[in-house]
Each structure stands twice: as structure tokens, then as C-alpha cells.
């Protein structure tokens, strides 16, 4: 049997601020007689929203009713009501994330897009999502290709490495068309980033200067600023030589996969002015047009340039609607909770079966290193469990999470466990017939996690046998192996 | 001369693949990840090579043992379940009389009527059914994980035991016999070449001689190289509360 539900992408970004819905199919894809397995069987955009401008109260503050009321106009014109959304993300990304408010603003909205959000992405999530969503990971699952999306939006430019499906590094860097602004030929805003570029570069360029498109230096600047900005992009994916212009740039991290794609795919708002001739190159009062050319005129990505992202402008927002969730294993275990379960971070500990009677001693290293001296703090244990374990390890296991996780559980907390090999139901079992029924426990499977992810669990669907998922992967991935 | 023998059977047929004449080995890695069908294992004109020849004849060889060879006393002793035996005399008979290997003769009944509690709300037995490796394999992980289940959501289990030269429709005739109304009936499937250890379970409500065939649910493949029995039987655990709380089982339950 199928069940459909909708889901809600927003992504407000450093220049447009977009929405979509799409519908997600889910059905038990196992046969007679097998243990039920309920997969997501397909995703729809089935509505896409207008593009608009940011609104922004000033160049450090979003003006979050401005977008409440786009967001809510746009919602009624697709006659779609909160109540209707099972699930849904509202991002904020690039340079707006920076931005004063911006978690307020993200709170704000979170009503608008049901009960189950992730609140905010962080460059890394965001590459991800963007390479989802312009077709880059199918592309690779499809050709068997090493495939790059660069989503080069208004204040970054987010880059996911894929192979077979999936994600195998993400880097992002502040390099996008609208980190100079220009409105009647005159400069009107330069990034603090990009302020900091220009003189490392020691181009004299400020706010106030004239610039005309008919020509003059000013234009021959930008010009060689917008050159500079592709020659980094062509760095990060090892097309060039790497320079220290390229370490500047970054946000958090670079691309550290060693290999040079096979297929780099373009997205967001300058991927399509690579594409798209332009009679105004100031069109949109910033330098995406100039950037969008100079990379079309390149030689590095000369021959890339095939066009294939299928979404270039929204593939950030249809990840986001339509990636960003998964769902659980079918045969999983919870009890006495209440859902949606948000921003939960990750404790991650390796079980092996000859070493299942030193588990609860390594949660509790783990645990404390991730609660950071906060005693009452929610967490989410992670493993990757065993494969096939016997009904003895499952017992050790259930007896020595539980004794690690004394005091949270008696403090109130959940006992979350989140396992990819399929156990999650029999350690689920094991663990309530020790905690008895009134302690909340939430046990699943088929979720892989790492150290440093935020989880957040939705409500349960398809008569209860599954739970949606959200891994956020937030922090660098530096600190990885704690 | 090298003293060693070389087991051809334990290489998982996932990892046995020729990539010779292969233009894209990387699609071939992809495919061979998702199934442990024999492809891409190559190819001498229009026959196999020798290893995967080799590996075929064990793999069969295998299943065919499965069905032929009788469960080890010793098995059952360890499981610490007592043994009865259906009409049939040898597994030849049992694969020839599929009729006898659902029904007892008198003493065998006598014996489970006195050594198992009356009346419980779900009996569990064990039989070889077509595979008896399945029962050793199985069992030891499969029975305590559900048992411990049942148990904690108060449900009374009744005694279980091992019947040898068994078939599903044993339950037909265990259920009333006992007065159990759910029997589970976990009992070796028919082996292929992928695992020769391979277990269902057969669950129903209130099984009797004229109940259909349609009131079995089943929940198959359960293996290490399926279902591991732990997450089946918490599986199992589930089923059989919906059934007894519905009072009905198989396509009824649906």
C-alpha cells in the first residue's frame, strides 16, 4: 500500500529567498512472507514558488516578517496548509546564515513548515542538499562517475563531491555573484570577505566608486576579480594548481577527496548565467552575470560544461524538500515518546562482538566528550552495531547501554539509539525489558551517523512502523574520530 | 605439494567476479553489491570456468544435504527440548509422503500431551522441514529472543519440543492437541544456493485440521545471511500479539 505525504522545502539564501513542495511516496517495497521494509519510492516537486529577493533590513539583519509574508502569500496561491505538511525543511544559507537574526528568523518560520524542520544547515549539510537537488548524486549513481556540483549562489559557492550516490566530501567557500553589489554604475556594497580580497590582491575597488559597463577601469577590475573567483573554483576541484587565494576563500573546509572529477555540474543563481546570454550585465545589480561568463570562458571547465544539472536556480530548495529526509528500518522500537524529536547531537561508539563488554565504559567517554560538562543534555547514541548478532550480544549490549545510560534515563532524558545494521527492534526489545514501560525509548535502525551529527526524529508513519529521519551533518569534519 | 585445502564455499558470491574483458569493472563492483546471484563470473566460450564449476557443485551438494541429512541428537540435546517423531519412518519417506509428515501416530501424541503445559497462549516448536542445518544454525538466537519477548509482554509460552520428519501442517494437529491458539511453527525452508541454513516461521491462530492454508503468516528467510534471527524474532514477537489480539492470522490479518 502506498501513503504520500508532502513535504515543504524553504531556502532563504544571500540573494533569493525560495519554496517548494514536493510529494514524497512511501511503501513497503518487501514481499510475502519477508519482514516489512518501507522505503521512500518517489519524490515529486509538485509546486515551485516564484523567485524572490531576500528582503533584508539591513546588510546584517534579515526582515523576517517580509519573508513570512512571501512565504504565507505563496502557500495560499499553492493552497497548502501547515497542517497539511508532514515534513519540511526551512534552511537559511550562504551569507544569510551569518546574518544577526538568523536563527530567530529560522524559529519564526518553523510553524509555517509543520512540526518537523531542521532549523538551520551549515555549509556542509547545504553542499550536500544542493548537489541532491541539481541531479549531481543521480548523475553519478547513474554513469558510475566521480561528480562535482558547485551551487554557486550570491555569498558562497558550495561544492559536493559524489560516486555512486553518494556523498563522498563537501567543501564551501565565500565566492558568489553578489559579494559586490552594484546599483546606476556605482558600487553600493562590497562583502567584508571580498574587502579583504581585494586588497590581499591589492586592487583598489571601494563602496561609492563609479563602474560603467561601457567601459573604464573600474569594469576591467571587476572583470579581473570575477577571473580570480573562477580560477579559485577551478582550485577547488583540482582542475589548477592550488594557490594560498584559495585557502583565503574558504569557509570551513576544502575538498580533500583525491581525485579530479569526471563531470562538474553547475547550480544555483550563477549557473544559470553561465548558460544565459545577458544584454545587462548588471541586471541584477551584482557581479553574477560577469562571474557566470567568466566561468563559460574558462579553459579549466571548458570541458565540463555540458549543462547537466537538471535544477540549477532551486536545486538547494528541492534538496531541501525532497532530501533531507529518510525514513527508519521497518522493525524498529520506540515507546513513551513524543515526536518530533529535534537537534539532537550524536554520540558515536564502535561495537565489535569481542569488545561488547567494555561498551558502557566507551559510552560514557563518548558521552561526556559531546555533553561538554552539561549533565542534563539529550543525546543520541550511534553505532554501527553488528550484523548479525546473537541473543546473548544483544542482551550484553541492551545490559550495558543501560548501565551507561543510568542517570540520563533516571534524569528523564530518552534513550535514543540510532543502529545501521538491522537490530534495531530485538536491541529495542532487550533494552525495555530492562527499563520497564514507563521510560521513553526510542530504538532504530538502517540510520548511519557519525560523530558530530544533529538527528532529529519525526512522527511516526505508515501505521507506526517507521519514523522519519533527519541527519544533519553540522560541525567541520576535522574533529571527526573523537 | 601445499598441504592445504582450499574451502571454495567460503568466499561470499558477492566477492567472486571476473572482470576480464570487462570495459567498465566499476558497473560490474555496483551489481555485483547488490546481489549475490551468480553474474559476472565469467565464462569459457559457452561454459563456466573452473572455480564458479566448482563452487556450483558444492553450493548444490550443500542444499542437497540440507534436505537428506537428519538433525544431530546432539543438536537437539543442547537445545534441551525433548523430540518426537511424525508418521513418516526416514526423510525419504518424509519427502515422498508429504501427507505422513503432518501427522503422528498415537504415542508420539501421548508423549507431547504429557510433557507439555496445557493450554498456553502460543506454542512454539521446531522442525527440520527441508532443511535440517537450519535448526542448529537458528534456534540457539531465534527461541530465546521470542520466548523473552512473549514473556515480558505477559504472554504464556508452552513447553517447546523438536519434531523430527516435520511439515508445516504438524500445527493442524499440535494446536488442538494442546489447546494452544497460536502455534509457531519454526521449521527449516527449502534450501537454494545461496544458504543451506535457511528458517520460516509459520504462525496461526486457533490451526486445526479443516483451517486453510491462507491462515499461515510466514516470515521467511530468516538466516545470517537473511533476516538475522534476533531482529526476526522481534519481528515474531509482534505478529503474534497482533494475532492474538485479532484473533486471526495470515491474509485475514491484512
Known sequence: MQESILSAGIDIGTSTTQLIFSRLVIENVSGFGMIPKIEIVKKEVVYRSNIYDTPLISNEEIDGEAVRRILENEYKIAGVKTSDLSTGAVIITGETSRKRNAREVVNALSELAGDFVVATAGPDLESVLAGRGSGAAALSEKTGSLVANIDIGGGTSNICYFKNGKVVDTACLDIGGRLIKINNERITYISDKMKGFLKKKNIHLSEGDRVSLSGGENIRKLIDITACMTDILEQSVGLVKKTDDLEFMKTNKLIEYDGIPDIITFSGGVADCIYKEYDDEFKFHDIGILFGKSIAESTGFKDYLTGNASETMRATVVGAGNYSMDVSGSTIEYQNCRFPIKNIPVVYVDIAENDIDSLAERIKKNAEAVKDGEKHKQIALASKGIRCPSFEQIEQMAEQITEAMKDDIEDGSILLIVIQADIGKSLGQAIKRRLGRDKPVVCIDSVSCKYGDYIDIGEPMSSGKVLPVVVKTLIFQTEEGR | ?254
Open chain 2, 1 to 254: 605439494m601445499s598441504e592445504e585445502i582450499r574451502d571454495i564455499t567460503q568466499m561470499s558470491m558477492m566477492d567472486m567476479v571476473d572482470y576480464s574483458g570487462i570495459n567498465n569493472p566499476d558497473e560490474l563492483r555496483k551489481l555485483k553489491e547488490r546481489t549475490p546471484a551468480r553474474i559476472g563470473i565469467g565464462h569459457t566460450g559457452a561454459r563456466y570456468k573452473t572455480l564458479p564449476m566448482l563452487r556450483f557443485l558444492a553450493d548444490q551438494a550443500a542444499a542437497s544435504d540440507a534436505v537428506f541429512t537428519e538433525v544431530d541428537e546432539a543438536v537437539i540435546k543442547k537445545l534441551g527440548v525433548f523430540e518426537v517423531k511424525t508418521k513418516c519412518s526416514s526423510k525419504y519417506e518424509m519427502l515422498t509422503r508429504p501427507d505422513w509428515g503432518r501427522i503422528f501416530d498415537e504415542d508420539q501424541k501421548q508423549i507431547i500431551k504429557e510433557k507439555c503445559v496445557a493450554n498456553p497462549q502460543v506454542q512454539i516448536y521446531f522442525g527440520d522441514g527441508l532443511c535440517s542445518p537450519s535448526i542448529g544454525a537458528n534456534i540457539p538466537d531465534l527461541y530465546p529472543a521470542i520466548r523473552k519477548g512473549l514473556e515480558y509482554e505477559n504472554v504464556t509460552v508452552g513447553t517447546p519440543f523438536f519434531v523430527r520428519y516435520c511439515r508445516v501442517n504438524t500445527a493442524r494437529t499440535i494446536a488442538p492437541l494442546l489447546g494452544a491458539k497460536v502455534t509457531c511453527t519454526l521449521i527449516g525452508e527449502r534450501p537454494g544456493l545461496l544458504t543451506s541454513e535457511s528458517m520460516s516461521a509459520y504462525i496461526t491462530y486457533n490451526a486445526r485440521p479443516d483451517m486453510l492454508e491462507s491462515e499461515y503468516t510466514v516470515v521467511s528467510n530468516i538466516s545470517r545471511h537473511g533476516i538475522p534471527p534476533v531482529e526476526a524474532a522481534a519481528h515474531i514477537v509482534d505478529l503474534i500479539l497482533e494475532i492474538l489480539e485479532k484473533k486471526k492470522s495470515g491474509v485475514n490479518l491484512s
